[in-house]
């Protein structure tokens, strides 16, 4: 042992003494069990106070390298070279902890892991039955594609002129007008939240919500930097948002026809309420309007169909009535602010895929996507028809529901406060998936979201029954304690 630590050397001492050390464990010098010199003659051979040779061999203990035993001195810890394996990698936990995005919350990343396996019975799913997926449909329009091959490259910064162009009519059908130039395509309204929270909003901005919101579903905001703030509809509005967003930067998003968890609508008082607050008080609104096309009955024009100022940012999609797998959603807003997000857009994904858009704009230009929606919207009828006269038949003493009026989803209340994570799994271990009220609203204890649109008739009928079962388990369990 005829190595010294330097004194000229960048590192400390004590730290040289570390590192020579830990190099002999991992060069397999020193394997486990080995015994080292006492402190003093480590002291001597290093040219170093006993007292820099006593802190080296902390750490070193500390660090998982060394141990003491009673009475016997030091030695190379047993798990000395498994710590030494984790030590030569980056420390990945730390990374993913101080990460900007924010996880998913652990319901919802079971819900994710779960939602493949196809033994189970998903009652909370948010996308539509294989069954009800134009598949053949879709194949067929495939052979009749006529595709230029300058439509299979990368498409210009706002999307396809073709389907901007396709979706600009199909606007038109809801009271919006607008143009080419201030659409932007993205994969999905998900992806249109993320652009908007890194593109629109400073950090710390205000983010205003319905309590019950899909946007605590998911994090497009919160890993922004930006504040969540529930709002109420029906009463002090104004004040709530003046006082919370305290003139910083903030923004309201709304889901006003067919809201996500709940399945309500806004009517036209509410919808013009919040308009004219938040034109008053100069805050954005984000119209999320994917759901649109699956209203039984004609409903009412959306927000930004009176929106003269640009205040409205409106949101649409195919993957709630067309197919999730396409990735087709669209941003209407004024030019600068189309601008700057399809920018954003550039630098993350280089664009929506260019098969995708072509498919959609085929849709949209040749009646194909009317004629299924309203072929869907008879089928999520008949489902929803169902699922309520099963609830109307068995639920209707230990729970309430308002009727559902399009959509996927009935925003199904216990009357007991039973919907917690230890239910949540009793109903997995019997292959019942659900989507948990507290998701949507943490405080909630009483909701979940039930989806008639993915389950199967007969899956929807024996969902069910298991659901009463636990359901009425949990509230005597609730009674007796």
């Keep these: 042992m005829d190595w010294k630590p330097s004194k000229q050397a960048h590192q400390t001492l004590q730290a040289q003494i570390v590192t020579w050390i830990a190099e002999r464990i991992e060069h397999g010098d020193w394997v486990?069990?080995?015994?080292?010199?006492?402190?003093?003659?480590?002291?001597?051979?290093?040219?170093?106070?006993?007292?820099?040779?006593?802190?080296?061999?902390?750490?070193?203990?500390?660090?998982?390298?060394?141990?003491?035993?009673?009475?016997?001195?030091?030695?190379?810890?047993?798990?000395?070279?498994?710590?030494?394996?984790?030590?030569?990698?980056?420390?990945?936990?730390?990374?993913?902890?101080?990460?900007?995005?924010?996880?998913?919350?652990h319901t919802i990343r079971l819900i994710n892991e779960s939602e493949p396996n196809p033994k189970l019975i998903r009652l909370g799913t948010g996308e539509l039955s294989p069954d009800l997926l134009p598949a053949r449909q879709l194949e067929d329009s495939l052979r009749q594609l006529k595709l230029d091959p300058r439509t299979l490259g990368y498409s210009e910064p706002l999307g396809s002129l073709r389907l901007r162009q396709a979706i600009c009519h199909h606007m038109q059908t809801l009271g919006i007008h607008t143009q080419p130039d201030n659409i932007c395509i993205v994969s999905g309204a998900i992806q249109a939240l993320q652009l908007i929270s890194v593109g629109l909003l400073e950090e710390g901005s205000t983010v205003f919500h319905e309590k019950a919101s899909y946007l605590n579903s998911v994090h497009p905001f919160q890993s922004a930097g930006m504040k969540m703030s529930s709002f109420p509809l029906r009463s002090d509005t104004k004040e709530?948002?003046?006082?919370a967003s305290r003139g910083r930067q903030s923004l309201l998003y709304a889901v006003p026809t067919l809201n996500n968890p709940t399945g309500a609508s806004w009517n036209q008082a509410e919808r013009e309420k919040v308009y004219e607050i938040c034109s008053e008080l100069r805050?954005?609104?984000?119209?999320?309007?994917?759901?649109?096309?699956?209203?039984?009955?004609?409903?009412?024009?959306?927000?930004?169909?009176?929106?003269?100022?640009?205040?409205?940012?409106?949101?649409?999609?195919?993957?709630?009535?067309?197919?999730?797998?396409?990735?087709?959603?669209?941003?209407?807003?004024?030019?600068?602010?189309?601008s700057r997000l399809a920018d954003i857009k550039m630098q993350t994904d280089y664009g929506s895929s260019a098969i995708s858009q072509e498919i959609a704009a085929h849709w949209l230009e040749s009646g194909l996507y009317a004629r299924h929606t309203e072929y869907l919207r008879s089928k999520l009828r008949l489902r929803a028809d169902l699922v309520e006269q099963v609830l109307r038949l068995s639920f209707h003493d230990i729970a309430e529901w308002q009727s559902p009026h399009g959509g996927f989803y009935i925003w199904l209340r216990f009357r007991k406060p039973i919907v917690n994570k230890h239910w949540f799994r009793c109903l997995l271990e019997r292959s019942i998936l659900i989507n948990p009220g507290y998701i949507y609203d943490p405080s909630d204890q009483n909701h979940i979201r039930l989806s008639y649109a993915y389950a199967s008739h007969e899956q929807l009928l024996t969902g069910l029954e298991i659901l009463l079962e636990e359901a009425k388990l949990a509230i005597e369990k609730s009674r007796s304690d």
Excluded: C, M
Excluded at 54 to 75: I, M, P, S, W
Excluded at 80 to 86: E, G, I, K, R, S
Excluded at 90 to 97: C, F, Q, S
Excluded at 240 to 243: A, P, S
């Design 32 to 105: 486990a069990g080995t015994s080292l010199p006492p402190q003093r003659e480590l002291a001597l051979r290093f040219g170093v106070n006993r007292s820099t040779v006593q802190a080296a061999l902390d750490e070193l203990k500390a660090d998982g390298l060394l141990e003491t035993r009673r009475g016997a001195g030091v030695y190379v810890s047993g798990s000395a070279w498994n710590t030494l394996l984790t030590r030569s990698q980056p420390n990945w936990h730390r990374h993913i902890r101080a990460s900007v995005h924010k996880p998913n919350r």
């Design 283 to 338: 805050i954005p609104i984000v119209e999320d309007d994917v759901y649109r096309d699956l209203l039984f009955e004609p409903g009412l024009p959306p927000i930004k169909a009176d929106d003269s100022s640009g205040q409205v940012l409106y949101l649409g999609s195919l993957s709630k009535s067309l197919s999730p797998g396409l990735r087709i959603g669209w941003i209407i807003a004024p030019s600068p602010v189309i």
């Design 240 to 243: 709530h948002l003046k006082r």
